[in-house]
C-alpha cells in the first residue's frame, strides 16, 4: 500500500502521477487500486502473487518534493480471510 498526500490543490495532479506511475511497474501486480480521499490524499494498493517478505516487489517511487507535502507511506500486509 502506497500513500501519499499532494501539496493544496495539487490532488488532481498527484493522483495522475499515481495512475502513470502504477502502469509502467516493473512486474504487474494481480490487481491494482487507485483510490483518493480528503486533503488531496492518494492511495495505491496493489495485490501480488507473492510472499509477504518479498523483496523484489516493485514499489511506486516518491514524486517530486514540489507535490506532496510530507514522505510517502508504505506499508506491506498479509491477506488473512478474504476470497
Do not use: C, K, N
Amino acid at each position: 500500500m502506497w500513500e501519499a498526500r499532494a501539496v493544496e490543490g495539487r490532488g488532481a495532479e498527484l493522483l495522475e502521477w499515481a495512475r502513470a506511475q502504477a502502469a509502467v511497474l516493473a512486474v504487474e501486480p494481480v490487481r491494482r487500486e487507485i483510490l483518493r480521499a480528503p486533503q488531496d490524499r492518494v492511495l495505491v494498493m496493489t495485490w501480488w502473487d507473492a510472499g509477504y517478505d518479498d523483496a523484489g516487489l516493485p514499489e511506486l517511487p516518491e514524486p517530486e518534493p514540489g507535490l506532496i507535502t510530507r514522505a510517502v507511506h508504505r506499508w506491506r500486509f498479509e491477506s488473512v480471510d478474504g476470497g
